[in-house]
């Protein structure tokens, strides 16, 4: 809460260049508003500290989370689009689709920015924008939550997280009139519904082909791993047969789909 403290660019390329040192392969962004970010000292912003940490020895993937829709610029797709270790994935909380509603949650730029934003981050290839939604916010209609769906099922995000309204202390939302609780648990059970139906189909789009995957840990003889598309804890894993190397990235071919995992098998020796 508050107003927000960003770390130095020198503080970021430090505990970088150090993750790095230790082994890490991935290095993920994170802030109330990453898009937001800019040097205390040198007013360096968000697209030039990206094209710094690419240039980072060691890491592999580069993943940017918490981006308002607001804020993705022209600069920033071209970064991400020229930066070979930044992932083409992106996380962009859009909250909700109806403007009313969005207007209600204190959310600059509307619907209109939204939109805006997802036509550019769909000029760079192979992009994965993920989202996060709420349903059940005081005063939402029965319309509004079907134009998020229907915005849900045009948008195909590559991966939604769906959260249903709990009103905090302290905002002005709690002094709205809310939803019945039944009413807010229905919407968030249709809604996700809705989205595992996008990421299974998304999914079995994936089949039969290779790509490269990140090895998280094993279980027993069963490697978890993931794709560019998916953060840790948050997103999806897959399932690859056989004790692999953590850390290691390995290619895999994708053989079976599910919403949440992919089964697939190695085609290659781990490097």
Excluded at 33 to 49: E, F, G, H, N, V
Excluded at 90 to 104: A, E, F
Excluded at 141 to 147: D, K, P, Q, V
Aim: with cysteine; proline share 4%.
């Amino acid at each position: 809460r508050g107003k927000h403290r960003p770390k130095t660019a020198e503080q970021i390329l430090a505990e970088a260049s150090a993750l790095a040192a230790l082994g890490v392969k991935e290095l993920i962004l994170i802030a109330q508003d990453t898009t937001a970010w800019q040097c205390p000292k040198t007013r360096m912003r968000l697209p030039s500290l990206l094209e710094k940490l690419d240039a980072v020895d060691g890491l592999r993937w580069i993943r940017l989370m918490y981006a308002h829709p607001a804020r993705i610029t022209n600069r920033l797709v071209s970064t991400m689009r020229s930066c070979r270790k930044i992932v083409p994935y992106i996380d962009v909380p859009i909250q909700h689709i109806s403007d009313r509603v969005l207007s209600r949650m204190g959310r600059m730029g509307g619907k209109k920015a939204v939109v805006k934003a997802i036509e550019l981050l769909k000029t760079i290839p192979q992009i994965c924008i993920r989202t996060t939604v709420m349903v059940g916010f005081p005063g939402e209609t029965e319309a509004e939550f079907e134009e998020l769906i229907d915005f849900l099922r045009e948008a195909r995000f590559c991966r939604v997280g769906v959260f249903a309204y709990s009103a905090e202390d302290g905002t002005e939302a709690a002094k709205l009139e809310r939803l019945s609780k039944d009413a807010v648990r229905q919407r968030f059970t249709r809604i996700r519904r809705v989205v595992s139906a996008l990421t299974l189909s998304l999914h079995r789009k994936l089949l039969g082909k290779k790509e490269k995957v990140l090895v998280d840990w094993v279980e027993k003889d069963v490697s978890v791993c993931r794709t560019y598309r998916d953060a840790p804890e948050v997103d999806g894993v897959v399932y690859v047969l056989g004790k692999l190397k953590v850390g290691g990235f390995v290619e895999v071919r994708f053989d079976d789909a599910r919403s949440g995992s992919i089964i697939a098998h190695p085609v290659e020796r781990q490097r």
